[in-house]
């Protein structure tokens, strides 16, 4: 009687005879997808914006892909009135921001410190020139500046601009200085230290990143904001102004190539500022 002994074999099994998984759309794959379709949805126009300053259209209008060139980025500034129109643009929000910055600042560090009386009007106010139409302020200062006699112009502009930024500065200062941890401050009072000098020394360079996330969101919305500058410009004429008298009769390729370059520049400073938050975290 023969002996038959039967091996098993350890190796997995082939793919031939492995189970098939089956994909399966889910609430996760719902969700991946649905965020990056959104991602796509607000991407699309800056590719756009991209892509056509490098068209090379024949005629006034820059709306159908012509050819591939780079001339407009050796012309960028050969429009003149387009170049005064983007200075005007950049001193206007470099100006409001700082200002908006400083008043901003100290308006934030008061609410979120202290109690005084009248802290929840001034906080109410705040919130409502935040959540209130651009339309609203802008007919409100229209008139202000009207009545009071004031002309119309680069000046106004930026007093509009510094008074609807500073809601914004305040609010992001103020989060921060509510988490602030007192007992920083009381331990540089309790080693001498005065408190302008605590301030300075302590205090403002923990809120600093708050209060420069601030005076960039007020230079963002200074630079492309067209509803409460219609308003106050008078015969002033800012960037957004300037692209949309030439909707009338068609945008040069330039304005793409300078609204890349402003996006470019926003891309390169929140680069910059991730590099260096990393870098602290580290450090820390």
Do not use: C
Not at 57 to 83: A, C, M
Not at 105 to 121: D, H, S
Not at 131 to 144: A, N, Y
């Amino acid at each position: 009687m023969s002996t038959q002994t039967v091996f098993k074999s350890d190796a997995p099994a082939t793919p031939a005879t492995a189970p098939r998984r089956r994909f399966r759309f889910g609430g996760e794959q719902a969700m991946f997808a649905y965020t990056w379709l959104i991602i796509a949805w607000l991407v699309l126009p800056i590719i756009l914006m991209i892509i056509f300053g490098f068209n090379n259209p024949h005629g006034r209008y820059n709306q159908t892909w012509q050819g591939f060139t780079l001339k407009w980025y050796r012309e960028v500034f050969s429009i003149g009135d387009l170049t005064s129109a983007l200075v005007l643009s950049l001193v206007i929000a470099v100006v409001s921001a700082l200002l908006a910055g400083a008043l901003g600042t100290g308006i934030g560090y008061a609410l979120g410190r202290y109690q005084f009386r009248g802290a929840g009007g001034l906080n109410f106010i705040m919130f409502t020139t935040i959540s209130s139409p651009e339309l609203i302020m802008g007919i409100s200062l229209l008139t202000l500046f009207v009545s009071s006699g004031v002309g119309l112009g680069a000046v106004t502009i930026t007093i509009a601009h510094v008074m609807f930024s500073i809601s914004f500065v305040s609010t992001v200062v103020r989060a921060r200085v509510i988490t602030l941890d007192r007992s920083i401050e009381e331990a540089a009072a309790d080693l001498g230290a005065s408190p302008w000098t605590t301030f300075w020394k302590v205090t403002f360079p923990i809120i600093l990143p708050a209060v420069f996330s601030g005076v960039l969101l007020a230079f963002a919305l200074s630079i492309d904001d067209f509803v409460v500058t219609n308003f106050t410009a008078g015969t002033a004429t800012t960037f957004p102004l300037w692209i949309w008298g030439a909707t009338r009769v068609g945008l040069p390729p330039q304005v793409n190539v300078m609204g890349t370059l402003i996006f470019a520049a926003g891309i390169l400073i929140a680069v910059i500022t991730n590099l260096r938050s990393r870098a602290k975290t580290k450090q820390a």
